[in-house]
């Protein structure tokens, strides 16, 4: 029996956590929330690497671990791969991804707000909106986290919109 | 018969372990378990150029004592089963076998989300697992 999950159910729940935790748990502290967001995010992403390392050999190193992400462990959660993997090869990579799922269904562009004057209301509006997009991502951040750190790199991730609906995810290796 | 099994985490702590006879005591198992994790370290440190299964899960035959054979698999995750066994005379495939319906057995517990990772397996649905596959398992060829 293949078990399936509804997409539309998971984006609900996405945005209903973020929103519990920023406007009634903690709604004058966001970073709070946010730590407490990439904690459910870490704790999934631990689950799930336990599971979806079961069938294949151990990596040896870094690099292949991380291609593990991009490729087997994206398409389990997203049905498609990591579009690009920049590394410095020095433990910093960049996973972008050009159609984030979990944001492709988000209104208004966080990237109006370089362009837009500073004074003027609907520029405040747009960083509002893109700090509201940045919350919804500590979730993903989460997931990788604790996928890595289960396979024995322990590591920080931090998310970065370019445009709408594109991300990439920042992972630095601790040595 | 397999006399004992046991999961280690990542940092050798003990997760679980269950011992399946009445003849020996619980004590000396322990010993036997705690032993064979400086092998599985050794193993891991130094792999045998041989072979393309170079980072296989499955470790085999860890050491055999007078009475005992232990055997060794390592998950992606750094987490360790060992298990021993009074059988003699065992084939590789039987005990792959094994491993691979502990494995998900482990997967689904440590799946819970009323497990804390890093904790010892209290669930009493894993333990019946355990033992079901336990029982079902036999790996002497003669019988």
Not at chain 1, 41 to 46: N, S
Not at chain 1, 84 to 97: A, C, E, I, P
Not at chain 2, 8 to 20: K, T
């Amino acid at each position: 029996m293949v078990r399936e999950v509804s997409e539309s159910c998971m984006d609900s729940l996405l945005t209903e956590i973020v929103s519990s935790y920023c406007n009634r748990f903690y709604a004058n502290k966001p970073e709070l929330a946010a730590r407490r967001i990439e904690a459910i995010g870490y704790q999934v992403g631990h689950q799930l690497s336990e599971r979806y390392t079961m069938e294949r050999p151990r990596f040896s190193d870094h690099l292949e671990a991380i291609k593990f992400i991009c490729k087997d462990f994206w398409s389990e959660l997203f049905k498609k791969q990591i579009d690009n993997l920049k590394t410095n090869h020095r433990g910093t990579f960049v996973l972008q991804d050009n159609k984030f799922r979990w944001l492709s269904r988000m209104s208004g562009d966080p990237s109006m707000e370089i362009s837009g004057a500073s004074q003027d209301p609907s520029a405040i509006s747009e960083n509002k909106a893109a700090q509201a997009t940045g919350m919804h991502l500590y979730f993903p951040c989460g997931i990788i986290r604790g996928a890595l750190s289960t396979l024995g790199i322990p590591c920080a991730v931090s998310a970065d919109i370019s445009n709408l609906p594109a991300c990439s995810f920042v992972v630095r290796i601790k040595v | 018969m397999i006399v004992c099994i046991a999961v280690v985490g990542h940092q050798n702590n003990p997760l679980y372990i269950q011992s399946f006879t009445e003849a020996d005591d619980a004590l000396k198992l322990h010993h036997i378990v705690h032993c064979s994790l400086d092998v599985v370290d050794e193993r891991v440190n130094n792999p045998k150029k041989s072979g393309p299964m170079i980072n296989e899960t499955f470790l085999g035959l860890l050491y055999p004592t007078e009475n005992y054979k232990v055997y060794g698999y390592l998950t992606n995750t750094k987490v360790k089963f060992i298990l021993v066994t009074t059988d003699l005379d065992v084939r590789d495939a039987d005990v792959r076998n094994f491993f691979r319906r502990f494995h998900s057995a482990y997967l689904d517990a440590v799946s819970n989300p009323f497990h804390v990772p890093g904790k010892k397996i209290t669930s009493k649905t894993f333990a019946e697992r355990v033992s079901t596959i336990v029982k079902s398992v036999s790996f002497n060829t003669a019988g």
